[in-house]
């Protein structure tokens, strides 16, 4: 924990208040007490309603919250120290706001400081609303009224009240307390007119009452709390040692005057007391203040009354701030024990996750190398799996139910040719696909590479290897890399269509800008029968990712797994919707994907980054090797089981998702059951 940071001594013949909290000079303007303070930062981002009444995702606002916990845990700054900064990332209902605002009212002494970034709305009452995690346009229900807010902040002890908002129509707050006072000068009035700054509020607001917050580049702080950030990280080379929040009020003006926006977005802010002259935080141009040791054996009395004392810097940041959202046991108490389940995004969320099959074995055989994953269409209580590694093998795996995993793998099932002899030394099968009726598989293998049906009782091959366009061969017989080709298969719900996507691109496709550009063949037939290659499609990955596995919805629609690993980072692992309308375009006869129209490629948008799944409390989630999130790991297999059938994601679809160990022990076999709303 860092040490608390000591108030400047006052001047020679000044008296010590009773907080031992200095009286402003001159020169150095009374600052706030960070040691006596407590700064409560709250963000929303991961909204989760239905497309058509749902709030869009912000980003932006785990930026926010990162940037700010950052800027006030700086002791050349802030100077807060580690306990007294307190974030609250997507709270599940509003009692769980005004829970944590009136404990940190109770903490806080001399100032408390509470910021909100998240959607804002405005009531058929015309008054400012704030947003959760599961609010809805046209549902005032889930939303959060801001005369609660009003009201835990009222319980409040302490001196000051500082409320940051970061939301659309935030001046609604000033509106709606009364006359602003946003006028430039309105520090130095309040310098000619108070001698002591003991009580009051300051209220900043990131808009006017009538106007929207914006948030234009999902990866950085929306533009207000950026901004701020910005204004506080840099400091002002013309001014004191300290900031007041009338000077940082006046630099965010002149700094957000020069942003390209939508529209105009000027900040806002209410002074109560004239408490625009307190010394807000140190002044980062500066050399930092000295830190005289305070007169001992100082007792704080309560002040006079033990008025409440208000500081609310309203900061009404952003149309939907993206508040970074910081460890879950960052909390102002000890939170209650988190487990590793919820939104990972609107759209999609961690049910269960399971290491149980981990280094183990079934007759002698390890369950390791699993790398692709199949539904027979119908039944979903059981799971086929196939390993990479030598020989190929199909494991058969009891789940449990999408919410409550209970792994069982079952005698392995080897894969041979027709006649019973070995395929070869390394198989190396990436994908499976379990065809109607459940007696066959098609699987695709790297090695060759080569696409081939099997018997699943049997194991053996049924019938030769399906054709492969000549470009997927390896060079010099194609343009494919080794150990790069067929990873993912899909067979649609109907048995028309099989899709086989390549990991890595053609020699003559290249990437554009490492977005890597891949092909995906389509072929045609029925199933236990025979496939012809038909339409091939264009797919680009995002930046440095590859095309591992991929899901038929239906017969034009995909979902697309996509990998990365990167040394000392650890892995990123995303799945997109992608669309294969009448508009897609076959690009068979293209020499090269390299420099073609991007309309020409297939439309995918992100369903869920796994990073974004909630890991729960510390341990929750073992880790192996660095990862950003313990969740994480090399996602290799996918498959779409059925509908969840109770809980708050009744009515998704559930994904199964397995990490490839490659039988290591520094990797970990772990799988995942995803609700996904398509």
């Given at each position: 924990m860092t040490e608390p940071v000591v108030p400047a001594a006052p001047a020679p013949d000044a008296t010590p208040t009773p907080d031992s909290t200095p009286a402003r000079t001159a020169e150095a303007p009374q600052r706030l007490d960070p040691a006596r303070s407590v700064c409560l930062l709250i963000g929303v981002d991961a909204y989760s309603g239905p497309a058509h009444d749902g709030l869009e995702k912000l980003n932006s606002v785990k930026h926010n919250l990162a940037g700010l916990r950052k800027v006030f845990l700086d002791q050349h700054i802030g100077g807060f120290p580690e306990g007294r900064v307190i974030t609250l990332p997507n709270p599940a209902a509003a009692p769980e706001i005004m829970d944590a605002v009136e404990e940190a009212g109770t903490r806080a002494e001399d100032t408390l400081i509470v910021y909100y970034a998240g959607h804002g709305l405005l009531g058929t009452d015309q008054r400012l609303y704030l947003t959760l995690p599961t609010s809805r346009l046209g549902r005032p229900a889930g939303w959060v009224d801001t005369r609660h807010l009003r009201g835990a902040i009222e319980k409040s002890s302490a001196r000051r009240v500082v409320l940051i908002l970061d939301c659309c129509f935030s001046g609604k707050w000033i509106q709606e307390e009364g006359e602003s006072y946003s006028a430039p000068d309105s520090a130095e009035l309040a310098l000619s007119t108070l001698t002591q700054l003991d009580a009051g509020t300051y209220a900043l607001t990131s808009t006017a009452h009538n106007r929207l917050s914006h948030a234009p580049?999902?990866?950085?702080?929306?533009?207000?709390?950026?901004?701020?950030?910005?204004?506080?990280?840099?400091?002002?080379?013309?001014?004191?040692?300290?900031?007041?929040?009338?000077?940082?009020?006046?630099?965010?003006?002149?700094?957000?005057?020069?942003?390209?926006?939508?529209?105009?977005?000027?900040?806002?802010?209410?002074?109560?007391?004239?408490?625009?002259?307190?010394?807000?935080?140190?002044?980062?141009?500066?050399?930092?203040?000295?830190?005289?040791?305070?007169?001992?054996?100082?007792?704080?009395?309560?002040?006079?009354?033990?008025?409440?004392?208000?500081?609310?810097?309203?900061?009404?940041?952003?149309?939907?701030?993206?508040?970074?959202?910081?460890?879950?046991?960052?909390?102002?108490?000890?939170?209650?024990?988190?487990?590793?389940?919820?939104?990972?995004?609107?759209?999609?969320a961690l049910l269960d996750h399971s290491d149980v099959?981990?280094?183990?074995?079934?007759?002698?055989?390890?369950?390791?190398?699993?790398?692709?994953?199949?539904?027979?269409?119908?039944?979903?209580?059981?799971?086929?799996?196939?390993?990479?590694?030598?020989?190929?093998?199909?494991?058969?795996?009891?789940?449990?139910?999408?919410?409550?995993?209970?792994?069982?793998?079952?005698?392995a099932t080897t894969l041979r040719k027709a006649d019973g002899s070995e395929l070869g030394r390394w198989f190396d099968g990436e994908a499976i696909a379990v065809e109607k009726g459940g007696r066959t598989a098609l699987v695709a293998s790297e090695t060759g590479p080569a696409i081939r049906r099997f018997d699943l009782d049997s194991g053996l091959q049924k019938g030769p290897d399906f054709p492969l366009p000549k470009g997927f061969r390896i060079w010099p017989d194609g343009g494919a890399m080794a150990g790069r080709t067929t990873e993912s298969l899909a067979l649609t719900p109907s048995g028309t269509y099989l899709y086989v996507g390549l990991e890595s691109p053609l020699a003559q496709d290249g990437d554009d800008r490492g977005k890597n550009l891949l092909r995906i063949q389509r072929y045609t037939g029925t199933p236990g029968g025979t496939y012809t290659l038909d339409h091939q499609y264009a797919y680009r990955t995002d930046e440095g990712l590859g095309l591992v596995e991929l899901v038929a919805v239906d017969d034009h629609r995909l979902l697309a797994l996509e990998r990365q690993y990167s040394a000392g980072l650890g892995n990123a692992i995303r799945v997109k919707n992608v669309l294969l309308g009448p508009k897609a375009r076959d690009v068979t006869g293209e020499k090269s994907l390299y420099d073609m129209p991007a309309d020409e490629f297939l439309t995918s948008t992100l369903l869920f980054d796994l990073a974004d799944c909630p890991a729960g409390s510390p341990g929750e989630v073992a880790l192996k090797g660095t990862q950003a999130n313990p969740l994480l790991g090399n996602v290799e297999g996918m498959a779409?089981?059925?509908?969840?059938?109770?809980?708050?994601?009744?009515?998704?679809?559930?994904?199964?998702?397995?990490?490839?160990?490659?039988?290591?022990?520094?990797?970990?076999?772990?799988?995942?059951?995803?609700?996904?709303?398509?």
């Open positions: 580049d999902p990866d950085t702080c929306s533009a207000f709390t950026g901004a701020l950030v910005n204004v506080l990280t840099k400091g002002d080379s013309g001014g004191g040692e300290v900031l007041t929040l009338g000077e940082v009020f006046r630099l965010l003006r002149k700094t957000m005057s020069t942003m390209s926006l939508p529209e105009r977005q000027e900040p806002r802010a209410q002074d109560e007391n004239g408490l625009s002259a307190l010394g807000f935080v140190r002044n980062a141009a500066k050399p930092p203040l000295p830190e005289p040791t305070p007169p001992a054996e100082v007792v704080p009395a309560p002040p006079p009354g033990r008025l409440r004392r208000k500081l609310l810097v309203a900061l009404a940041v952003g149309l939907a701030l993206g508040l970074a959202a910081p460890p879950a046991w960052d909390r102002l108490r000890p939170p209650a024990h988190a487990e590793a389940r919820g939104d990972c995004s609107s759209r999609a099959l981990d280094k183990q074995e079934v007759d002698n055989e390890g369950v390791e190398g699993l790398s692709g994953l199949a539904f027979a269409p119908g039944r979903h209580n059981n799971v086929f799996a196939i390993a990479d590694n030598e020989p190929g093998r199909i494991f058969p795996i009891g789940i449990g139910t999408p919410e409550a995993l209970r792994l069982r793998a079952q005698r779409l089981g059925g509908t969840v059938s109770d809980g708050p994601y009744r009515g998704r679809r559930s994904l199964l998702m397995v990490t490839d160990d490659n039988g290591n022990a520094q990797q970990i076999t772990r799988f995942y059951s995803i609700a996904v709303r398509l």
